[in-house]
């Protein structure tokens, strides 16, 4: 399978305890993105990175959010003291932009965030 | 502000039947893309087809066609000869720069749902 892969799927944890997710992008894409999606809504923007540059973050992203991407192929989403305001499902997604191109975004499956 | 609304919650429609799904849109950008998504209950995101602000067609991807009406701030999603397996959510998002970067906003979604 060559689409975007993100590790876990599932996560349950207690509150006040560190996670972090992993995604995986399609291998020649530059682009990475992180959104968020609670319940019955749309996802929402979080942060993206352009090969291994962070360029934005969302204010959605409070100083308990960190996201890396050390090597522009994989990156993580941390988030630290977790709180039950951040049960979500995290989707990653991940694009391929250059001259000419139109830039289309394709997602993973999500990790579906749980705090107790 | 880059807004996208999605006015129909749900929609229940008989197999083999043609279905529409609205979306409107509200930027003053000149340059912009739409998209439609598919959400089934694993959580995927699902790419199904793309307009940009500058093509003169509407999009057609197999079964899926985007009837594109610029003046009216409209990008509605029509599917042909509905099938079981089309039930999910969908996503009606538009590609927009905010804040210096690329993002896509996305609506609230239409939950569709066809009965054999």
């Known amino acids: 399978d060559t689409g975007v892969s993100q590790d876990p799927r599932h996560k349950i944890t207690k509150r006040g305890q560190n996670v972090t997710f992993r995604c995986d992008p399609i291998?020649?894409?530059?682009?990475l993105y992180w959104y968020r999606q609670t319940l019955g809504q749309g996802p929402e923007f979080l942060t993206y990175?352009?090969?291994?540059?962070?360029?934005?973050k969302s204010r959605l992203l409070s100083d308990r959010f960190s996201a890396e991407r050390p090597k522009g192929s994989f990156s993580t989403l941390e988030i630290q003291r977790t709180e039950q305001g951040d049960s979500a499902m995290y989707l990653c997604?991940?694009?391929?932009?250059?001259?000419?191109?139109?830039?289309?975004?394709?997602f993973g499956s999500g990790t579906q965030l749980s705090v107790l | 502000a880059q807004k996208i609304t999605q006015t129909q919650p749900g929609m229940f429609v008989q197999e083999k039947e043609a279905v529409t799904l609205d979306c409107t849109y509200d930027?003053?950008?000149?340059?912009?893309?739409l998209f439609w998504y598919k959400q089934p209950s694993s959580g995927e995101m699902i790419f199904l087809i793309y307009?940009?602000?500058?093509?003169?067609q509407n999009a057609t991807e197999g079964r899926y066609s985007l009837n594109f009406q610029k003046a009216r701030k409209s990008a509605n999603l029509v599917i042909s000869a509905s099938q079981l397996g089309d039930s999910a959510m969908y996503f009606c998002?538009?590609?927009?720069?905010?804040?210096?970067?690329?993002?896509?906003?996305f609506g609230q979604g239409t939950r569709l749902t066809i009965n054999p």
């Open positions: 997604a991940s694009s391929l932009v250059g001259l000419g191109t139109n830039e289309k975004l394709f």
């Open positions: 291998s020649e894409h530059n682009r």
């Open positions: 990175f352009q090969n291994e540059a962070q360029l934005e």
């Open positions: 930027t003053s950008d000149q340059s912009y893309g």
């Open positions: 307009q940009g602000s500058y093509d003169e």
């Open positions: 998002a538009m590609r927009a720069i905010i804040q210096g970067a690329q993002k896509l906003v």
